[in-house]
Every structure is written in structure tokens, then in C-alpha cells.
């Protein structure tokens, strides 16, 4: 296995420390006077997506990890795995909806999904930053009120429930942020 020097941890490195999977999101050096320096860097952990800092002697180095990306199309999910298809080969996948946590409730079936591998286990998914989704239930609104800091409450396709302007009817289709589950506009 390869390994890679602490102040090599850039942004978008991933590596091993503890037996545990990490992606550098943030890295900055700090020399101190005649002491050695230090790195700092901001990663997710890939296993369970929490952000973590860490400082590292610079003199350290880790095992480096390859994470392969692979498209795939969401199919459907069960009780407790979503299944996905390579459309290269047709090759079914399934990956634990633990691994995928609430981005689940974004991915509409027949829509392509940016899956993360490493060893051939998935560890996370991206999402884009916005999805469009249909209402499918929605409170109606009161005529002539279009103010639009009033919000009602709704439930989309996927069985998200967001918060809408009051002039959103059902059957609409609607922008939602994915990282925070919050009403963006309507899709044209």
C-alpha cells in the first residue's frame, strides 16, 4: 500500500488513520519557530460522514487510499438496502441505506448517483446540491393570500416533508436544497 506524508494531505486526499477512512476537506501548515510544524486538516470521515479536525506532526505519514466514483442508476430500496445499476454492464449493486443516510430521500428512481467505493464497499454518495421533486400533498391556500413569508407544509415524492410558500399547489414541481431538505423555488 501506498503511503503519503502529512503535508501531503490535501484537499480531496483520502487515508487511513486509526483503521478509519478520511477525506481531507481543509489543509494549512503551521511552522512553529525552531519546533517542527504541524498540519491541520478539516476531514470528513467517509464510514459515518462526520466533519473532524485533526493536527498532525508533519514528520507522520498514513496509508493512502484510492476511492473509485462510479455512476450508477437508483432502482429502488427495501427495508434496509438500496439497489443500484451499473448501466455499463447491468451489474446490480446494493449499498446499506446506512451507508446512505438521509440522502435517500433524494434520489428518485431511474436517476443517475455518484457512488463512492473503496475495497468495492460503498462509503458515500453525491448528491447535487438541488433536486426537483413533486408535491404531492400539500395544505391548500387561502385566495388572495401570495405573501410569500407565509409557509404551509407539504410532502414531496420521495415523502420529504418541507415547508412551501403558500401558493405551491399539489402536483407542482419544486427546488430543494439536498444538504439542508429546505424549499428553494419552483422548477421550471
Known sequence: MATINAT??????AFLYEGK??????YSL???GRGGATVKVTCVNIETGANIEHAFSS??????IE???NSLQYLYKDGKTAFFMNPINYEQVEVPLTVLGDSIFYLKEGSNVNIMFWDDRAMSVDLPPKVVLKVIEADPGVKGNSASNFLKSAKLENGL????PLFIKVGEMIKV???TGVYIERAK
Do not use: E, H, W, Y
Open 8 to 13: 501531503s494531505l490535501r484537499a480531496g486526499t
Open 21 to 26: 477512512p478520511f477525506k481531507v476537506t481543509k
Open 30 to 32: 503551521i511552522k512553529m
Open 59 to 64: 514528520n507522520l505519514s498514513f496509508q493512502k
Open 67 to 69: 476511492l473509485i466514483r
Open 161 to 164: 416533508a418541507v415547508k412551501v
Open 177 to 179: 436544497d439536498t444538504r
